[in-house]
């Protein structure tokens, strides 16, 4: 079935560093790809949606100066977490469907804890 | 707008059946899935339904579609007390790449 790869699993960094996270679909290819971030005990909020050699769509909310997506090839995309703090604390996921109508697949979602 | 709502709890003994609920707003939507989220893990597709499906039935697993009452319900044969999990029931509407749209999880612990 559908794989999607996610590194780091989990994450520790001081406030103000920035953090990359990668999301990779490991045996189908996803020219779209989606962020997700889950707070303890509360359902998934979409963040913003990854295209393949194009920019990102961000959800209202979400900064899109601060929450850096590259999606720079059909397997890869990015997350960049820049001048990280507490508040940015949080279970990160992204997500890819090989095709429209293929249902999405998760990565194991990244842990990110800012000090 | 979409909203999705599940209860937040449900606990059952091995052995017996669980039924999990979701009710969902948008009357267009298309796909219906279920995911089980583990302690520090991400989501993990179960199964799902299309919208003009009524039912569904993948070994344990057994899914109810009510379109008239926008009702779904994931039904767990025989559960285990490895299906102790959050279960999220999600809805995507319309065709092509359209968002997604979680419930709140449902968290099933399974009493040995």
């Known amino acids: 079935g559908a794989v999607v790869s996610q590194h780091p ?50 959800e209202q909310g979400v900064e899109k100066d601060k929450f850096l ?47 | 707008g979409e909203d999705v709502e599940q209860s937040l709890f449900l606990s059952v003994r091995e052995g017996d059946s669980s039924v999990i609920n979701c009710t969902y707003t948008d009357s267009s939507s298309t796909y ?13 597709l179960l199964t799902y339904i299309f919208s003009n499906m009524d039912m569904k039935q993948d070994q344990r697993l057994t899914v109810l579609l009510n379109k008239k009452d926008k009702h779904l319900s994931l039904r767990i044969a025989d559960t285990q007390t490895g299906d102790s999990a959050i279960y999220f029931c999600a809805e995507r509407v319309g065709g092509g790449y359209q968002k997604v749209t979680f419930g709140t999880g449902t968290k099933l612990q399974v009493i040995p």
């Open chain 1, 9 to 58: 699993s989990w994450v520790i960094c001081k406030s103000g560093t920035s953090v990359k996270i990668e999301c990779r679909s490991l045996d189908f290819q996803a020219t779209t790809m989606f962020w997700y971030r889950q707070f303890p005990k509360q359902s998934l909020m979409l963040m913003a949606t990854s295209n393949e050699g194009s920019k990102a769509t961000y």
């Open chain 1, 69 to 115: 997506i590259n999606h720079a090839s059909l397997t890869l995309s990015t997350l960049t977490v820049t001048s990280a703090h507490p508040e940015d604390s949080s279970f990160y996921i992204c997500s890819a469907a090989g095709t429209q109508n293929s249902p999405l697949h998760f990565g194991n979602g990244t842990r990110l804890t800012v000090t």
């Open chain 2, 32 to 44: 219906l899935y279920w995911y089980k989220q583990e302690p520090g893990a991400g989501l993990q």
